[in-house]
């Protein structure tokens, strides 16, 4: 069974930083494509990056060069390093899994990830 647990959410200040950790079942962050998404009230689900099989990775144009996401392999985990946090990054971060996920290139659309944690809430002040 695939549990993917986010945590590291929380308030935080415009122009700060946060680290949000997706936990996985053993070795699905390293053999599955993971990716990031956020939701806010209101708002369809929006792609925020994603690390491919092949550690490549994608990210959404409103956080590119903002945020950072990486994995390691021998604590399960698969972290979002957010800096320069601004208000309209306030949203629930979801961590999702894609099984058939591209080796070289991971996808941005959410329906190519079947397993999904309960999310975390990142509320940035301005």
């Known amino acids: 069974q695939v549990q993917l647990v986010e945590s590291g959410g929380g308030l935080v200040q415009a122009g700060g930083s946060l680290r949000l950790s997706c936990a996985t079942s053993?070795?699905?962050?390293?053999?599955?494509?993971m990716g990031w998404f956020r939701q806010a009230p209101g708002t369809e689900r929006e792609f925020v990056g994603a690390?491919?099989?092949?550690?490549?990775?994608a990210y959404g144009d409103s956080v590119k060069g903002r945020f950072t996401i990486s994995r390691d392999n021998a604590k399960n985990t698969v972290y979002l390093q957010m800096n320069s946090l601004k208000p309209e990054d306030t949203a629930l971060y979801f961590c999702?899994?894609?099984?058939?996920?591209?080796?070289?290139?991971?996808?941005?659309?959410?329906?190519?990830?079947?397993?999904w944690g309960q999310g975390t809430q990142v509320t940035v002040s301005s």
């Open positions: 690390i491919s099989r092949s550690s490549l990775t």
């Open positions: 999702a899994a894609d099984p058939g996920g591209g080796y070289y290139y991971p996808s941005g659309s959410g329906d190519d990830y079947d397993y």
């Open positions: 053993r070795g699905i962050s390293s053999r599955y494509a």
